[in-house]
Nanobody
Framework: QVQLVESGGGLVQPGGSLRLSCAASRSISSFNVMAWYRQAPGKERELVATIATGGSTNYADSVKGRFSVSRDNVKNTVYLQMNSLKLEDTAVYYC?????????WGQGTQVTVSS
């Protein structure tokens, strides 16, 4: 069993920054890949960024150059640094990990970009 707990969401103006955190209940080295997804109202959940055990990362085209994903293996936490936020980044952001072929999700954290 794995628990993932996201934090760090909130209300921010366009152009602002937020850092999301995802704390795992077990060593994140257990997961080959951890990911951030988001779901905006009326839209499907979409992949935002991934980070592998070795540190390699991938990003959705819509966030490249603005978002950065990182991991702290000591704190068992994955981060999503979001800069130059846009109105269209408004969504609930979810942390995801797959452990023994089973996907686990956090409860999500709301990010609202508004002037």
């Amino acid at each position: 069993q794995v628990q993932l707990v996201e934090s760090g969401g909130g209300l921010v103006q366009p152009g602002g920054s937020l850092r999301l955190s995802c704390a795992a209940s077990r060593s994140i080295s257990s997961f080959n890949v951890m990911a951030w997804y988001r779901q905006a109202p009326g839209k499907e959940r979409e992949l935002v960024a991934t980070i592998a055990t070795g540190g390699s990362t991938n990003y959705a085209d819509s966030v490249k150059g603005r978002f950065s994903v990182s991991r702290d293996n000591v704190k068992n936490t994955v981060y999503l640094q979001m800069n130059s936020l846009k109105l269209e980044d408004t969504a609930v952001y979810y942390c995801n990990a797959v452990y023994i072929f089973t996907p686990y999700w956090g409860q999500g954290t709301q990010v609202t970009v508004s002037s």
